[in-house]
């Protein structure tokens, strides 16, 4: 500790308070790239186990990859059955339990 400093001193300190002040200014910058939304130029296809949302959703760039929704497919393959549809069946055919018969 020194109770007087150069002015050379002073104003390398101050530099580098500065050129700190620029480095925080990069990362905020970077960090608003990295968070910034996009909307995706084509449709993403869709396929099992891989990440997928519409168009129209402004997803940031620097996200894609780590973005998980869980959210039902927007067709049925082969074999699979949608278990909401067939309820929805069920009631418009007045089939399945009604409370009058469940005691």
């Given at each position: ?17 500065f050129f700190c ?70 009631q418009a055919r ?10």
């Amino acid at each position: 500790y020194r109770y007087y400093y150069s002015k050379a001193q002073v104003a390398v300190t101050w530099g580098l308070v500065f050129f700190c002040y620029f480095c925080h200014l990069l990362m905020a910058l970077r960090m608003l790239d990295l968070a910034w939304p996009v909307t995706s130029p084509v449709e993403l296809p869709e396929e099992p186990g891989k990440q997928w949302w519409p168009r129209s959703w402004a997803v940031p760039s620097g996200f894609t990859k780590n973005l998980w929704f869980i959210t039902p497919p927007k067709k049925l393959e082969d074999g699979q059955n949608c278990l909401i549809h067939e309820m929805e069946d069920l009631q418009a055919r007045g089939g399945g339990i009604s409370a009058a018969t469940c005691r």
